[in-house]
Nanobody
């Protein structure tokens, strides 16, 4: 069982930067693929980025601009999402999720490839 808690969201101005954090419980964090998804009002949950267990391999959604950077610190059981030069289109609830290659294969860009989810953190960008 993995529990995930996101933080770092808030109301920001366009052009600002944010670093979202997702803290995981348990001692098996380094064995999980970690993903970030976002859900804008009235829209489906969208894949943002994922990072493999070691932190070396990252993958971003097709519609995600280069302003997003995913990273992880396995010693701190935490995954991060850095968002630079925020735009109003970045507004939404950001969720982190954990999945394992012991169960799923593929690029881990789909919600069904993740077994554990955080409660989400709201990001609102004011222009």
């Amino acid at each position: 069982q993995v529990q995930l808690v996101e933080s770092g969201g808030g109301l920001v101005q366009a052009g600002d930067s944010l670093r979202l954090s997702c803290a995981a419980s348990g001692h098996t964090f380094s064995t999980y693929v970690m993903g970030w998804f976002r859900q804008a009002p009235g829209k489906e949950r969208q894949f943002v980025a994922r990072i493999r267990e070691s932190g070396v391999n990252t993958y971003y959604g097709d519609s995600v601009p280069g302003r997003f950077t995913v990273s992880r610190d396995n010693a701190k059981n935490t995954v991060y999402l850095q968002i630079d030069r925020l735009e109003s289109e970045d507004t939404g609830v950001y969720y982190c999720a954990a999945g394992t290659t012991k169960i799923y294969s593929g690029d881990f860009s789909q919600p069904w490839q993740y077994d554990y989810w955080g409660q989400g953190t709201q990001v609102t960008v004011s222009s």
